[in-house]
Nanobody, 120 residues
């Protein structure tokens, strides 16, 4: 059973930092991309950042310059370093990954989400 498991969420004061981690486990042939989305109450899910297999990155406009995405390919893990957090960053953060499983089926997978709350 393939799954994505997030960790690292929590409560932090405005201006603080958090680091999220997400590990993909199961029968994986290859991981094509990994990333993070978030959803605040009453809002649509939005892209936070993603990173391709070659290391190329893409960020949502609201987090550019504050958040950094990275991955450890050997560990099937993606990280999100969040600095200078603002109350508007409060949301459930979801790990996402586009994975190829044997024999050659590729599709997106989602984690269960981790809550990030930034107090003012």
């Amino acid at each position: 059973q393939l799954q994505l498991v997030e960790s690292g969420g929590g409560l932090v004061q405005s201006g603080g930092s958090l680091r999220l981690s997400c590990v993909a486990s199961g029968k994986i042939f290859s991981i094509n991309a990994m990333g993070w989305y978030r959803q605040a109450p009453g809002k649509q899910r939005e892209l936070v950042a993603n990173i391709g297999s070659g290391g190329s990155t893409n960020y949502g406009d609201s987090v550019k310059g504050r958040f950094t995405i990275s991955r450890d390919t050997a560990k099937n893990t993606v990280y999100l370093q969040m600095n200078s957090l603002k109350p508007e960053d409060t949301a459930v953060y979801y790990c996402w990954s586009h994975i190829t499983v044997p024999p050659s089926i590729s599709r997106p997978y989602w984690g269960q989400g981790t809550q990030v709350t930034v107090s003012s």
